[in-house]
């Protein structure tokens, strides 16, 4: 690695291994400002999701900054085929990435809670939005003739589902993702609805001037939680107030950023809405180093229910993603539903409101 290299990933924090550095997609992201998932998808040229040239742009330069070896200088040429004997009753957990959030580990618990008492094994695999590795693995799974797949996304998106899934008498299930045709059982959040739910809860106790701190705006959950903060606006009869809207990228840092940025306003919010549980954190780092108190200065509710969140001071208040609950509907709907040769609804599942001690009146009633 170069020592241009070397000084960024020294000042971005990036870790040691056996005395050489050690740069991950988590340190690109943080020098790119943009979400992991979002790293992923731009060095594995994923086009399955619209993202902006400038923030390809950026993933790419700070890449190249840090050192990183890009997918095509890691793999490997592929081994000949030797398969094991097939696994009777195996499903396969196939997502496209696990590392990067607990909330896919999450929905693997609950597909192997629900199969406890099957008798069926549940194995899992991580494709990273590789466009050669995904084919490859749904084979593998496919030529043992598992009973089942679980297609899963680590962020609510719409997919193009792959041909050879198409192909196949296999049953597939779709989690946290959904296509156009509805041709596969799929399950994802209620976001708009939870964002509703988010703002109504800030407005019940009394507030008007709210803001929300969105992830990227190209993800269906950002988009979801914001059509929600809105939609609770309205039915408030509460002005919107496109100033009190800060786009975040899901870290801590965004958070702490637009915390600062929301309360340098003339007008500043008296509540803010993270739409996850780690930009919380920073906000509540920002806020605290100005001095004020949570919640008697300003209330803040986050997403997700995060380990994280009963442990701040206070205890963030939060909205629970049932990604475990996600997990235990896919096995229940291979079990017990028809999973092919028809139009499958898109079920939502509701995210339930966890309420804690960072939520109070407003200091002030503007």
Not at 55 to 71: E, H, I
Not at 194 to 213: D, P, V
Not at 343 to 354: D, G
Request: with cysteine; proline share 6%.
């Amino acid at each position: 690695m170069n020592d241009q290299a070397n000084k960024a990933g020294q000042h971005r924090g990036v870790g040691r291994v056996a005395g050489r550095q050690r740069v991950t997609m988590h340190d690109i992201a943080r020098v790119a400002g943009c979400s992991q998932t979002t790293v992923s998808l731009v060095l594995n040229k994923n086009d399955s999701v619209k993202i902006s040239e400038d923030t390809k742009q950026r993933v790419l330069d700070a890449a190249n900054t840090l050192g990183y070896a890009m997918p095509s200088q890691l793999r490997k040429p592929q081994d000949s085929a030797r398969r094991p004997a097939a696994l009777d009753g195996t499903i396969a957990f196939v997502v496209d990435d696990l590392a990067s959030s607990p909330e896919m580990v999450n929905a693997f618990n609950g597909v192997k809670q629900a199969v406890r008492d099957t008798g069926n094994l549940v194995l899992l695999a991580e494709t990273q939005n590789d466009p050669e590795v995904e084919p490859r693995t749904l084979r593998y799974f496919l030529d043992q003739q598992v009973a089942g797949i679980i297609y899963a996304t680590v962020f609510t998106r719409r997919v193009v589902v792959p041909d050879i899934l198409r192909q196949t008498a296999t049953p597939v299930l779709l989690l946290n993702c959904f296509c156009d045709d509805l041709s596969f059982p799929a399950v994802i959040p209620g976001e708009v609805a939870a964002g509703h739910t988010a703002t109504n809860a800030l407005i019940k106790a009394g507030h008007k001037r709210i803001a929300t701190i969105t992830g990227e705006p190209f993800m269906e959950c950002a988009a979801g939680r914001t059509t929600g903060y809105r939609n609770a606006l309205a039915s408030a009869d509460i002005p919107f107030d496109e100033d009190l809207v800060i786009e975040g990228n899901w870290l801590p840092s965004a958070g702490y950023a637009a915390t600062r940025e929301l309360m340098d306003l003339p007008s500043p919010p008296t509540a803010i809405f993270c739409q996850n549980d780690r930009m919380a954190i920073g906000c509540y780092e920002a806020l605290k180093e100005l001095g004020l108190s949570i919640p008697a200065d300003i209330s803040v509710i986050g997403f997700d229910d995060d380990e994280t969140a009963r442990h701040l001071s206070p205890p963030l208040t939060s909205m629970i993603l049932p990604t475990r609950a996600m997990g235990r509907w896919v096995v229940e709907q291979l079990f017990h539903g028809p999973t092919d040769g028809q139009r499958h609804p898109l079920v939502k599942l509701e995210c339930e409101l966890v309420e804690r001690d960072s939520i109070s009146e407003p200091k002030r009633r503007t």
